[in-house]
């Protein structure tokens, strides 16, 4: 048996391991190739399936120690296994310990499941009062039983809330209008901390598609409040607490709001994680967050260092991050390096984003950043580069759509090609300080970041500085 496992000082399953992490597309064939190449000799089907034995006895093991949730599934196999052997001493030590555990973290679907086993213990071994003891038993996983139903409605809630919140279209309140009307809504009592949670956070929802920004802040506020009053559950329930994080830390932003951002901020980076996602999570949301306040408070000194630190982490999880979050976070960076005039940087961090494999999400970003990689180009006096950029920036509109900035923009830079003096110059950019004025600048950062830059060339300012005296 040993001799049909082992080839030399190898495992058979290892060397099937390595070779399907090197194949890019599977093939049955060559697997037995090299499976025979390496001396294995035990049959491919057979080796698989040992094989994927092994990496989920692994994987089960690498995160036992993490969640309650696991620990009180194997304590239900305990109890299956006690009562099986009649060991009634041992059977009611261990339900009470494990409904203590289960209640500490309002795992229902786990109670009920005790309630189970102490319905069948307290049938074998109770004396005169069988009858009254089963009816308390009974009402007590009845409300195990509530409670668990509303949780798992008011989840089934948030969700189609979170649908029609990324719809758009003149329906979109009153439909979000008619599921808040649903009974699920209506507060009970010894109702769980997630159910609890569910409900401010479409609270909020509904908030902030009527664009009440402070109001939905204050449900936020409300929701990590009750995150404190049972703060172990937060390794439960760890993606869903940092996402309410990052919800609150967004709102917040968006309304100046930035007087809780280094503690929530430090919450999030000290969230649990189990497994490699659990970090790439923390760093996109932390980092969008820190950038966020960092430059809403005009705090440039501290914004260079921590794009150093984005632009190592966009390196490291590049793999693992969403081009949605790569394109937003390279976006922001940009920004500060086009305000700051630091030209070389912004067309590192602006080529990351033009360059980026194909994609539709984040449109905004992009058309953005194809007009600023055009200021960038005439900034440095590349008019040769420049016409061809700005050739290749209009097919790129034309492909796939331009808003009234990209639109203005463009016509902007072409004004930046043909003029011949500084004076043209001037009137370009007064020109187009104009049109965006016109635009509601509060609430577009583009256009703010845009007006601010044609305000520093006109005066011989630093963009930042424009930007934090005026805007």
Same mark, same amino acid.
């Given at each position: ?301 501290? #914004?260079?260092? $921590?794009? @150093?630190?984005? +632009?190592?982490?966009? &390196? /490291?999880?590049? %793999? ?126 583009? #256009?703010?970041? $845009?007006? @601010?830059?044609? +305000?520093?060339?006109? &005066? /011989?300012?630093? %963009? ?8």
């Amino acid at each position: 048996v040993y001799k049909r496992q082992v080839v030399g000082e190898t495992n058979n399953y290892e060397v099937l391991f390595q070779l399907l992490v090197q194949m890019t597309t599977y093939d049955a064939e060559i697997l037995e190739k090299g499976l025979r190449e390496n001396g294995v000799q035990t049959p491919l089907t057979a080796a698989k399936s040992h094989l994927k034995s092994i990496l989920l006895r692994a994987m089960r093991a690498y995160n036992s120690h993490e969640s309650a949730q696991k620990k009180l599934l194997n304590g239900l196999a305990d109890l299956e296994f006690l009562a099986e052997k009649k060991h009634y001493v041992f059977l009611r030590k261990e339900i009470k310990r494990l409904k203590k555990i289960a209640i500490d973290y309002e795992a229902h679907h786990v109670l009920f499941k005790i309630g189970a086993f102490e319905r069948r213990l307290h049938k074998e071994t109770a004396g005169k009062d069988v009858i009254q003891g089963m009816e308390e038993i009974l009402k007590e996983m009845n409300a195990y039983a509530v409670a668990f139903q509303k949780e798992l409605a008011m989840s089934h809630l948030m969700d189609k809330v979170f649908v029609i919140a990324k719809k758009s279209g003149a329906n979109q309140l009153s439909d979000l209008e008619g599921l808040l009307e649903s009974e699920v809504m209506e507060k009970q009592a010894n109702e769980s901390l997630m159910t609890q949670i569910y409900r401010q956070q479409i609270k909020a929802i509904e908030s902030m598609l009527k664009g009440q920004l402070e109001v939905a802040s204050q449900y936020y506020e409300d929701v990590m409040a009750l995150w404190k009053t049972k703060p172990h559950l937060i390794s439960e329930h760890a993606t869903t607490y940092r996402r309410v994080l990052g919800n609150y830390l967004g709102i917040s932003g968006q309304i100046g709001h930035f007087e809780r951002f280094s503690e929530i901020i430090g919450a999030l980076r000290n969230s649990p994680v189990v497994q490699p996602a659990d970090e790439v999570e923390i760093f996109h949301i932390s980092s969008m967050a820190e950038l966020t306040w960092r430059m809403g408070i005009f705090d440039w000194k501290q #914004v260079k260092p $921590l794009l @150093a630190r984005i +632009d190592q982490g966009l &390196e /490291k999880h590049a %793999g693992h991050l969403g081009k949605a979050s790569i394109l937003a976070l390279r976006y922001n960076g940009a920004v500060f390096y086009f305000l700051k005039g630091e030209l070389s940087a912004c067309l590192k961090w602006l080529r990351a984003i033009t360059q980026i494999s194909s994609t539709e999400q984040r449109m905004d970003v992009q058309r953005v950043a194809r007009l600023m990689s055009l200021l960038v180009i005439w900034k440095r006096r590349d008019l040769e580069l420049l016409e061809y950029e700005y050739r290749a920036a209009t097919r790129f509109f034309k492909r796939l759509g331009t808003g009234h900035i990209e639109a203005e923009g463009l016509r902007f830079v072409n004004e930046l090609i043909k003029a011949a003096s500084e004076q043209a110059v001037l009137r370009a950019f007064k020109s187009f300080a104009n049109i965006l004025a016109k635009q509601d600048h509060q609430q577009h950062f583009a #256009v703010l970041m $845009l007006r @601010a830059w044609c +305000d520093a060339e006109m &005066e /011989k300012k630093s %963009g930042l500085e424009i930007l934090q005296e005026r805007y």
